[in-house]
């Protein structure tokens, strides 16, 4: 199944090329999608401070950071899915060589089943 990635692509969006439509800074304003994609939040920290970042999403502190700083994200500057896919095979040929020189085989396994699981996009 397609589980954990399909959550990446709820948390994400979609991995494919969208259609554009209007400027990043007016699709998302400043910090405007963060604020509006959850209630819950985390505390992170890093070397400025702390930082609000929402409990549903997998980065931390440094991207909202940069969020705040930098009309960046939104739906125009997403990688490519073949991108995507090329990182996933990547990944999975790292996890399985340095399985072999004593990465935990949890670690690697679970890296091994994220990687066979982009496959399916």
């Excluded at 990635?5 to 948390?11: D, I, M």
């Excluded at 969208?18 to 999608?33: E, K, V």
């Amino acid at each position: 199944t397609c589980s954990s990635s399909a959550r990446l692509c709820r948390t994400f969006g979609p991995l494919r090329d969208p259609s554009p439509s209007g400027t990043s800074a007016q699709r998302w304003g400043s910090f405007l999608w963060f604020q509006a994609s959850s209630e819950s939040f985390r505390i992170e920290r890093d070397t400025f401070g702390e930082l609000r970042v929402p409990s549903d999403k997998y980065y931390g502190a440094q991207t909202v950071r940069s969020t705040m700083n930098f009309k960046i994200g939104g739906a125009t500057e997403r990688m490519p899915i073949q991108v995507i896919k090329a990182f996933g095979i990547l990944k999975k040929a790292a996890a399985e060589v340095n399985k072999d020189y004593g990465l935990d085989p949890k670690i690697a396994d679970a890296i091994i089943k994220a990687a066979d699981e982009l496959s399916c996009y």
